[in-house]
């Protein structure tokens, strides 16, 4: 298959997500030919740009596609917006400069054990990431939950405004039954 997808999990999250997992083993059944990236996302923004580019730098004749979840969003649509290609967006993160300065200071991943300090130029790292308008609204696909805990969905449904969007009442952070979406996530994705 000529396509790329890219899986990009939150902050503190992995490759080991229920998502992650879910979207992996959907693609084994059904799309076993499928060119399919799940990385380990890094920790520090910028970082975790690199992985992703490297990624795609691996794959020149491949169109790209990616799927985001919370910060994975947020990523995933800078990386769209670079490099084209189509997006379904989980919950996506929209301000995560504003969010995370709440959670500057040490951590643990609960994934992957290690340990980080989240400082103040990791926050400007992800300004650097952000993209004020999405363009080609038409390949993007949005999907939110309203109960989601951790961010407000109203935001993304106004940055996204125009773009293919789906919103739940009720759910949360995690996009409650995310799997039923899959056969529709690839269809969407893997047309051109």
């Known amino acids: 298959m000529d396509y790329l997808v890219v899986y990009l999990h939150g902050f503190l999250s992995s490759p080991q997500s229920l998502k992650a997992t879910q979207t992996l083993d959907f693609v084994k059944k059904h799309y076993p030919d499928l060119h399919m990236e799940v990385p380990q996302l890094a920790n520090y923004p910028q970082d975790a740009a690199k992985i992703i580019e ?3 730098k691996q794959y ?21 917006e670079k490099y084209s290609g189509k997006a379904v ?16 200071g040490e951590h643990v991943n609960p994934n992957s054990g ?3 300090l989240l400082k103040k130029k990791h926050i400007e790292e992800l300004v650097a990431l952000d993209c004020e308008n999405v363009h080609t609204k ?53 047309q051109d």
């Open 54 to 56: 490297d990624i795609i």
């Open 114 to 116: 290690e340990q980080f």
């Open 89 to 104: 967006l989980v919950n996506p993160a929209v301000r995560p400069y504003e969010l995370l300065l709440g959670y500057l």
């Open 60 to 80: 020149p004749d491949k169109k790209l596609r990616f799927i985001g979840s919370s910060l994975g969003g947020y990523l995933s649509t800078y990386m769209r």
């Open 138 to 190: 038409e390949n993007y696909w949005v999907l939110l939950q309203t109960k989601d805990e951790t961010l407000d969905y109203r935001q993304a449904e106004s940055k996204y405004q125009g773009c293919k969007m789906t919103i739940e009442e009720g759910g949360d952070h995690s996009f409650q039954n995310f799997q039923r979406f899959l056969p529709d996530i690839f269809r969407f994705l893997l």
